[in-house]
């Protein structure tokens, strides 16, 4: 299969899944997480219409931005402090920020560059350790302080379910990302907006997407293994 090929059945599976829960297809969009993979196959994505291109290390980032500055780049990878400058120019919205600290220095590189950065708060969902983000209510507490980012705009959630077999795990952990938005609709103003629910990968999408998701991060059903 081609990437045309592959995208555009994801594109199907979106639709599916959307309609099976009485949502509209194009409330959901798709991220191709691009990861490790050559500058060819992003070519390839985006001759097929694809817009949104997802990767988790700033390096390869910043690369893949600067030879396709037309396309919106998404971080999508756990953000370390001091990398932070290399992307605050051009990037389109950061969906892994976990920490306070991240999220002030995304602030203070927004003003450098007198823009708002566009930001999701990850949570994690699975409790898993190894997994980063935010309890609820550390989440909660950082929504609370948004006056002291005046250059970030906070645009919803991510999460990541665990690796597991199990649907009906997967499908209760994105529940509780959704709980979680629902949640913190109360603190939404000028800066901060539960429109974005950024959960779902090549596996589990589709359940996502019964459980609200906006934007799904698909790599490997797209461009094949890594
Ligand atoms: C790699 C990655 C994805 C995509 O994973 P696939 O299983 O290849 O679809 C999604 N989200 C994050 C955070 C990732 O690091």
Redesign the pocket.
């Known amino acids: 299969m081609s990437i045309s090929e592959n995208l555009s059945a994801i594109l199907s599976e979106i639709e599916v899944a959307a309609t099976a829960v009485q949502r509209e297809a194009s409330a959901v969009r798709l991220v191709a ?1 691009s ?1 490790t993979k050559p500058h060819a196959m992003v070519q390839a994505a985006a001759d097929a219409g694809q817009l949104d291109f ?1 990767e ?1 290390r700033v390096q390869e980032l910043v690369e893949k931005a600067e030879a396709f500055p037309q396309l919106r780049w998404h971080m ?2 756990g953000l370390q402090r001091n990398k932070v400058k290399y992307i605050a120019s051009f990037i389109h919205l950061i ?2 920020v976990d920490s306070e600290r991240l999220l002030a220095e995304i602030n203070k590189q927004g003003g450098k560059h007198n823009r708002q950065i566009s930001c999701l708060l990850q949570l994690n969902i699975s409790s898993e350790d190894q997994k980063g983000g935010f309890t609820e209510e550390a989440a909660a507490k950082i929504l609370q302080e948004i006056d002291a980012f005046p250059h970030v705009q906070i645009k919803g959630l991510m999460g ?1 379910a665990e690796f597991t077999d199990d649907s009906s795990v997967i499908q209760s952990q994105f529940n509780r990302l959704r709980m979680a938005a629902e949640a913190f609709r109360q603190y939404e103003g000028d800066r901060i907006s539960m429109d974005e629910l950024s959960m779902g ?3 589990d999408f589709p359940i996502a997407i019964a459980e609200g998701a906006t934007l799904v ?5 797209i461009f094949g293994g ?1």
């Open positions: 997480v990861k997802g988790n999508i990878g969906h892994s990541m990968m090549s596996g991060r698909v790599g490997s059903a890594r």
